[in-house]
């Protein structure tokens, strides 16, 4: 999965995602290929093909950190209408962005700030 996403281009930012082959990286490699969960295992999703998709470092993180955000936010038990919204959500984070913000402004808002001021931290470094 990961090996044929070199050179691809993320689904969410367009960005280009490198393979790193059997390397550890970090924050440091925002454009390195990663494999996630669509519906996260914090809500139930599975480990099926189905719900996996390669992603850019930096929009799986940035994505895990709004969703924590989230659940904070919901002392870590959402009630069902809440997680029903965000499995929406982040399956149309991932397949169709600009439906993303559309939709859920507020939660595309909170993602892509999370991306930037992350990817700036980046440039700093
Ligand atoms: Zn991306």
Partial sequence: ????????????????????????FGHE???????????PRKLGG?????????????CNRASGHMMNEWLQRHKHNPPWNEKKRMINYLWLEVHDTFTAQELYPELFASFWDKRNSMSTQEVRV
């Fill in 1 to 24: 999965m990961l090996s044929r996403a070199d050179g691809r281009k993320c689904p969410t930012c367009s960005g280009k995602m490198e393979h790193l082959s059997g390397q550890k």
């Fill in 29 to 39: 490699r925002p454009n390195a290929a990663t494999i996630e969960h669509i519906n």
């Fill in 46 to 58: 599975s480990n099926e093909t189905w719900n996996l998709i390669v992603r850019c470092n930096l």
